[in-house]
């Protein structure tokens, strides 16, 4: 896998999809069973990138295709969508607990997704009072999202973290077209697929 960033300001509107994949079984009897195939949902995000230096973003982009042979290889995606994160409620110390996770608004323990190295910032309650101060006495698993705190937190502390994070995706066809409309000026549209 590579870890290439899809680093490209993408232009709106664009478009993003969900799917999950459920088989039905229906018995003689007309009783219905559902499996869940995917324990994950997969993510397919439309992008347009109108009016693009040929000499800057064009080619870096075109360039980055063939890198990533079509469809082989992976990148990186940050979904403007959902990142970066603010304020999120991490959890609450109980006076045993060290180890916390990112990812209450998406599924960073999975490891589906990465937090952008350098992107976190963490803010602690003393005693749930509600004022959030910068806390850095932590160290963090960029791959799981997880932060373990240097010492074990006491109860009701509360921890809010800050981030951003990508999506393991891969461009979804194996065939990329730019239309150039005028002197050193290109479009481009674009499916990616995320990686599940």
Do not use: H
Not at 18 to 33: D, M
Not at 57 to 85: C, H
């Amino acid at each position: 896998m590579s870890t290439e960033v899809f680093s490209y300001q993408v232009d709106s509107p664009y478009e993003e999809d969900i799917k999950f994949l459920t088989v039905v079984s229906e018995s003689e009897g007309g009783k219905e069973q559902r499996y869940q195939k995917w324990l994950k949902p997969r993510r397919t995000f439309r992008i347009k990138l109108r009016a693009r230096d040929i000499t800057a973003d064009a080619d870096t982009l075109w360039r980055m295709y063939i890198r990533m042979k079509g469809s082989f290889d992976t990148f990186f995606f940050q979904n403007p969508n959902e990142s970066p994160v603010t304020a999120e409620t991490v959890g609450s110390g109980d006076g045993t607990k060290s180890v916390f996770y990112l990812g209450n608004k998406v599924s960073l323990d999975t490891g589906d997704v990465i937090l952008v190295a350098g992107s976190l910032t963490v803010t602690r309650s003393i005693k749930g009072t509600g004022d959030y101060l910068a806390f850095a006495a932590y160290t963090v698993d960029n791959n799981l999202g997880q932060i373990t705190t240097n010492a074990v937190l006491p109860s009701g502390d509360v921890l809010r973290g800050g981030y951003s994070f990508y999506y393991k995706c891969r461009f979804r066809d194996d065939n990329l077209t730019r239309q150039t409309f005028a002197t050193n000026l290109a479009d481009f549209g674009l499916e990616l697929e995320q990686i599940i």
